[in-house]
């Protein structure tokens, strides 16, 4: 069982900065990749984000390319998400997402990840 916890959601204005932190507990194992996924009112959830545990390969949604940043602590077994020039449509709720052996465009499937956090609420304010 992995245990994921989301922080760092809060309110900003656009063009503003916010970090998310998904601290994981369990059984992380070298094969998990860590994803970052939001869901906004009335809309599917969508991928934004996913990150390797093992190696760090990053994949990124087109529509934060250049804005946001995934990285990881193994350490700390936690995640980041660094957001940059926000804007009012990334509001949404953020969730984080752990799923094992996933590879290529299935990265971006959230039916494929075993594991997620309760999210976190991000609101940019125009």
């Known amino acids: 069982q992995v245990q994921l916890v989301e922080s760092g959601g809060g309110l900003v204005q656009a063009g503003g900065s916010l970090r998310l932190s998904c601290a994981a507990s369990?059984?992380?194992?070298?094969?998990?990749?860590m994803g970052w996924f939001r869901q906004a009112p009335g809309k599917e959830r969508e991928f934004v984000t996913a990150i390797r545990w093992s190696g760090g390969s990053t994949s990124y949604a087109n529509s934060v390319k250049g804005r946001f940043t995934i990285s990881r602590d193994n350490a700390k077994n936690t995640v980041y998400l660094q957001m940059n020039g926000l804007k009012p449509e990334d509001t949404a709720v953020y969730y984080c997402?752990?799923?094992?052996?996933?590879?290529?465009?299935?990265?971006?499937?959230?039916?494929?990840?075993?594991?997620w956090g309760q999210g976190t609420q991000v609101t940019v304010s125009s």
């Open positions: 369990g059984r992380i194992f070298s094969t998990y990749t």
């Open positions: 997402a752990a799923g094992r052996n996933l590879y290529g465009s299935i990265i971006s499937d959230y039916g494929r990840y075993d594991y």
